[in-house]
């Protein structure tokens, strides 16, 4: 039985400097989120679909999102854990074994 489901996580990427927040009206602490939809096939074979980072303040839990591409060249890594971004690899990496396996069995 094949099993496909869809969700959304949220990663906390941790403080960022300290702004006026556009709803308080205040100089406000402000938090880094990173917010994916990761689909799975079987729980296994897990695939981001897409990604979102929000910067929100820490008091009223609104913000403007930031520019993906500076957020992600100052953060350096991709904070994306490995088993949900690699699912695709992993599909195809069973598949090339298993065809491995196949021809190897029967020379």
Known sequence: M???SWEWKTID???VDA???STCGKLQPFHLYLQYRCGSLNWIFRVVEKKTYLRLCDVCRRGDPPDPKQVEA???RNPIPL???SGPWVLIGG???MLVLLV???L
């Open 104 to 106: 190897v069995h029967n």
């Open 19 to 21: 702004e006026r927040c």
């Open 74 to 76: 100052s953060l350096g």
């Open 95 to 97: 598949f090339v074994l």
């Open 2 to 4: 094949l099993h496909l």
């Open 83 to 85: 088993l949900d971004r």
């Open 13 to 15: 990427l941790g403080p």
